[in-house]
C-alpha cells in the first residue's frame, strides 16, 4: 500500500467529516480506493457492513440470478454497480425481493423509488456480487439481448430457482383464463428458458415475435396453457404477487 504524507491523510479525514462517500474522496485526491479506505477504517472504523454470500442456499442464489437475467443490469466501471429494475405499480414484491437480497447478501440494498417514470431500482455496489453473477452468467454488448446461463445442467432445486425469479422479472400471468407466458429478447435464454421447461416436465410453446420496426429486435415467448399453466405456478411458487391468480391457487 501507498504511504501518504501526513497532509494528504488529514485531507482523507477532513473530507470524510465533510460527509464525502469512499468513492467521493478517492476521486478527488485520486488515490488508490483500498489506501483510502485502509485510512478511513483506522479513523473511523468499519462504516458499511461488507457483503457475505451465502452459496449454500442453492434455491436462493438461483432465483436471484433468474431476477437479474430478466430485470438486472451491472456497471462494473461505476463501483461494480448491480441493480434491479422493478415497476412501481409491484411494490409488495419490491419487499419480498429487498428481503430475499438481504437473506442472500446479508447486507440491505439500496432502494430508489422514481414515481414519476414507474420505477424502483433496487441497487448494490459490490465487486464480489458482480464476479458471483458472471460465474453463472454470461453477456456480451447490451445484456438484455445475449444474456444466458452459462449452463442448464444444473439440479432440479436450481433450475426451479432461476424459473422463478426469471418468470417474477418477465414473466406474465393472464387473469381470466389458465395462461402464462415468459418473454425475452435473448434468442439463447429463450432457448434455455424452452429446455429448462421441458426438464421439469411441461410441453411449452414457443414463438418468435417480430416486431416490423427496423430497429427492434425480435422478442421470443415460452407459453403454457390451461392444466399446465396451473401446475407450473404450483411448481415453482412465485414470489411476485402480480404472477399469481385465483385460477392457479384452486
Given at each position: ?100 437480497l438481504h437473506k442472500l447478501f446479508s447486507k ?143
Open positions: 500500500m501507498r504511504i501518504l504524507t501526513k497532509e494528504q491523510v488529514e485531507k482523507i479525514l477532513n473530507l470524510r467529516k465533510k460527509g464525502k462517500s469512499l468513492t467521493e474522496i478517492y476521486k478527488i485526491l485520486e488515490l488508490k480506493k483500498t489506501t483510502v479506505y485502509y485510512h478511513l477504517r483506522k479513523n473511523f472504523g468499519r462504516s458499511y457492513k461488507l457483503v457475505n454470500i451465502r452459496q449454500d442456499d442453492i434455491e436462493l442464489l438461483s432465483e436471484m440470478l433468474g431476477v437479474f437475467a430478466a430485470d438486472g443490469g451491472a456497471v462494473p466501471q461505476s463501483d461494480y454497480q448491480i441493480v434491479f429494475y422493478i415497476g412501481m405499480n409491484e411494490e409488495k414484491y419490491i419487499k419480498k425481493l429487498t428481503v430475499l440491505e440494498p439500496k432502494v430508489y423509488k422514481y414515481k414519476k417514470i414507474n420505477k424502483c431500482l433496487i441497487k448494490y455496489k459490490s465487486k464480489d456480487i458482480y464476479l458471483f453473477i458472471r460465474k453463472y452468467l454470461l453477456w456480451e454488448g447490451k445484456k438484455t439481448y445475449s444474456v444466458r446461463l452459462k449452463t442448464i445442467n444444473q439440479n432440479i432445486e436450481f433450475l426451479i430457482g432461476f424459473l422463478r425469479g426469471y418468470f417474477d422479472g418477465d414473466g406474465y400471468s393472464v387473469k381470466d383464463y389458465k395462461k402464462i407466458s415468459i418473454g425475452t429478447s435473448s434468442i439463447k435464454m429463450s432457448q434455455q428458458l424452452f429446455k429448462i421447461m421441458k426438464k421439469l416436465g411441461f410441453n411449452p410453446a414457443y414463438k418468435k415475435h417480430a416486431d416490423r420496426r427496423s430497429n427492434r429486435k425480435p422478442h421470443y415467448i415460452i407459453s403454457l396453457k390451461s392444466q399446465e399453466a396451473k401446475d407450473f405456478i404450483m411448481k415453482i411458487q412465485p414470489n411476485n404477487p402480480n404472477r399469481i391468480r385465483k385460477w392457479a391457487m384452486g
